[in-house]
């Protein structure tokens, strides 16, 4: 069995930067594809970025454009999430995912999920 544990969250002004990390247990992290997704109130929860078992990356340049790097240390099985000129848009709750096999934007194909973290940006 997997588990997620994501911390890092909290409140920052607009233009402030925050440091997510997931941590995740389990000596296979190096085998799991790893994402990020948010979910602001009222809304669908979408893609942010995802960064396969071999480093590849993907990001949803719609909403993070540049602003926001994820990373992974597979000593520490832990994967992080850098946040850098944060909008009040941004506000959400930030969920880590994990999966074998697949590594895109549908959260449907991710079968492990943390219990998220708050970010909230104020303006």
């Known amino acids: 069995q997997v588990q997620l544990v994501e911390s890092g969250g909290g409140l920052v002004q607009a233009g402030g930067s925050l440091r997510l990390s997931c941590a995740v247990s389990g000596r296979t992290f190096s085998t799991y594809n790893m994402a990020w997704f948010r979910q602001a109130p009222g809304k669908e929860r979408e893609f942010v970025t995802s960064i396969t078992w071999g480093g590849g990356t993907a990001y949803n340049q719609d909403s993070v454009k540049g602003r926001f790097t994820i990373s992974r240390d597979n000593g520490k099985n832990t994967v992080f999430l850098q946040m850098n000129n944060l909008k009040p848009e941004d506000t959400a709750v930030y969920y880590c995912?994990?999966?074998?096999?697949?590594?895109?934007?549908?959260?449907?194909?991710?079968?492990?999920w943390g219990q998220g973290t708050q970010v909230t940006v104020s303006s």
């Open positions: 995912a994990a999966d074998r096999r697949y590594s895109g934007s549908s959260r449907a194909f991710y079968d492990y």
